[in-house]
């Protein structure tokens, strides 16, 4: 009967101290829509080129949330494992009710990344993990009354997404065949520089799609972004809560056959 009594008061602590934290959080909570274009263009049977721009708004479409460009070099270990380096672009916009940074002006942000792919299959489910590493230069305005940010910040971060799809109505995913999708993806800073968002964000898609061919398909649903602010607001920690929806393109080219 003690255990049982000390088992519960602990658990009525921890319950205690995670409201606790959770009421000192300051929640801003917004509708976004991204729609975004991949693009592959294969020139052997190990290497090719990856082609991206994510077109990110708030309120769904009608305002800025981020603009994204990234391109990169693929290679194909295996049928099982891609890895693939590159460079990507980013503006960010002042959006929602608070800002991710103070001057609450758009900002730029060069980032480099590494990414390791393991796909594998469980009966009619395709499964894959996707390593990423990313090194980032942040711009950041030390006056507010400046117009353009006038120095950048260097930060680290580690991401993992998994992700899970499954044929509807076939064993597998071919041409013409829809398919259902779910992922989530996890973003941890680390590093110096890092301030409050060792947490940084989580993503999370439920996704309706369909393979046209080999060179097109396109999926869409439902999209759900927590980000953690890198900084406080009257010494608490602010957490975006960002629902909406998200559209994804997806081109295939083969130019080594066409050679």
Same mark, same amino acid.
């Given at each position: 009967?003690?255990?049982?009594?000390?088992?519960?008061? /602990?658990?009525?602590?921890?319950?205690?101290?995670?409201?606790?934290?959770?009421? /000192? $959080?300051?929640?801003?909570?917004?509708?976004?829509?991204?729609?975004?274009?991949? /693009?592959?263009?294969?020139?052997?049977?190990?290497?090719?080129?990856?082609?991206?721009?994510?077109?990110?708004?708030?309120?769904?479409?009608?305002?800025?949330?981020?603009?994204?460009?990234?391109?990169?070099?693929?290679?194909?270990?295996?049928?099982?494992?891609?890895?693939?380096?590159?460079?990507?672009?980013?503006?960010?916009?002042?959006?929602?009710?608070?800002?991710?940074?103070?001057?609450?002006?758009?900002?730029?942000?060069? $980032?480099?990344?590494?990414?390791?792919?393991?796909?594998?299959?469980?009966? $009619?489910?395709?499964?894959?993990?996707?390593?990423?590493?990313?090194?980032?230069?942040?711009?950041?305005? /030390?006056?507010?009354?400046?117009?353009?940010?006038?120095?950048?910040?260097?930060?680290?971060?580690?991401?993992?997404?998994?992700?899970?799809?499954?044929?509807?109505?076939?064993?597998?995913?071919?041409?013409?065949?829809?398919?259902?999708?779910?992922?989530?993806?996890?973003?941890?800073?680390?590093?110096?520089?890092?301030?409050?968002?060792?947490?940084?964000?989580?993503?999370?898609?439920?996704?309706?799609?369909?393979?046209?061919?080999?060179?097109? $398909?396109?999926?869409?649903?439902?999209?759900?972004?927590?980000?953690?602010?890198?900084?406080?607001?009257?010494?608490?920690?602010?957490?975006?809560?960002?629902?909406?929806?998200?559209?994804?393109?997806?081109?295939?080219?083969?130019?080594?056959?066409?050679?």
């Amino acid at each position: 009967f003690m255990s049982y009594r000390i088992t519960f008061s /602990t658990m009525l602590c921890l319950f205690s101290l995670i409201s606790a934290a959770q009421n /000192t $959080r300051i929640t801003d909570k917004n509708s976004i829509g991204w729609f975004n274009n991949f /693009t592959t263009l294969k020139f052997s049977k190990k290497w090719s080129a990856h082609l991206e721009y994510q077109w990110r708004r708030e309120n769904v479409v009608t305002d800025w949330q981020q603009s994204l460009f990234r391109t990169g070099v693929n290679y194909q270990v295996n049928n099982k494992l891609s890895l693939r380096s590159g460079y990507a672009w980013v503006e960010t916009f002042p959006y929602g009710d608070i800002p991710l940074q103070a001057a609450g002006k758009r900002f730029p942000e060069h $980032r480099a990344f590494q990414m390791a792919t393991l796909t594998d299959n469980v009966n $009619r489910v395709e499964m894959s993990h996707r390593f990423m590493l990313e090194q980032r230069w942040i711009g950041r305005y /030390t006056n507010a009354a400046l117009s353009k940010p006038d120095d950048f910040i260097f930060l680290n971060r580690l991401r993992y997404m998994y992700r899970m799809q499954m044929a509807i109505g076939k064993k597998k995913i071919e041409d013409k065949t829809p398919y259902a999708a779910i992922y989530d993806e996890i973003f941890i800073g680390f590093g110096k520089n890092v301030n409050e968002n060792i947490f940084d964000q989580n993503r999370l898609a439920i996704l309706l799609g369909y393979r046209f061919n080999k060179k097109f $398909r396109i999926e869409g649903g439902f999209l759900q972004q927590i980000v953690q602010l890198g900084r406080e607001v009257n010494n608490r920690n602010v957490f975006q809560y960002n629902n909406g929806i998200i559209l994804n393109s997806y081109f295939n080219f083969d130019l080594s056959k066409s050679q």
